[in-house]
């Protein structure tokens, strides 16, 4: 029973992951395309998906290492870091990549900043999950880490007061 709740666990973040990616960012792709004179933009898009992979790669391997523990058995504090510092990497590369969509100067005055900053909390509750070590059980650490990612999913419903504020 408790492979089956880790993995299950582990599903909802790759879920949270994706849907960061694909409707947080909400086709950041095609504007900073279309916008051919943000080749910044581009670049920022273009290489946010390196760490994005290497986090992907990192949380994949972290559940990997929970799946495998008994349900009470405590992580070691490395495998502890593997996982929460690839969901922070990941989520980290996802914001990289959403505000790659966004004119940055017209923004600052329409409050972005100010809207992103429950994500940047989560982003530091994440990392400070890392801080637990190996004082918990990995289930324990992987449901943290879960609360936090479905977290991030409920708050990318929120209206964005800053839809002028794209790319064109």
């Not at 940047?120 to 509750?125: E, Q, S």
């Not at 994440?126 to 991030?152: D, E, N, R, Y």
Request: aromatic content about 14%; glycine content about 10%.
């Amino acid at each position: 029973m408790g492979t089956e709740i880790t993995g299950l666990m582990g599903l909802i973040i790759a879920f949270c992951i994706w849907w960061g990616y694909f409707e947080e960012a909400k086709g950041a792709e095609a504007r900073v395309m279309e916008a051919g004179s943000h080749i910044g933009k581009y670049q920022l898009w273009l290489y946010s998906h390196f760490p994005l992979l290497i986090g992907v790669v990192l949380v994949a391997a972290g559940i990997k290492h929970v799946i495998n523990l008994d349900i009470w058995q405590p992580l070691p504090i490395g495998e502890v870091w593997l996982l929460s510092a690839g969901l922070g990497i990941c989520l980290i590369s996802l914001s990289a990549i959403f505000f790659s969509a966004y004119n940055w100067e017209e923004c600052k005055s329409r409050g972005i900043q100010t809207f992103r900053i429950p994500y940047y909390l989560i982003i530091i509750l994440v990392f400070l999950t890392g801080f637990l070590g190996s004082s918990a059980p990995g289930v324990s650490i992987l449901f943290i880490l879960t609360v936090l990612s479905i977290t991030k999913v409920i708050l990318s419903f929120r209206e964005h007061p800053y839809q002028t504020c794209r790319i064109e």
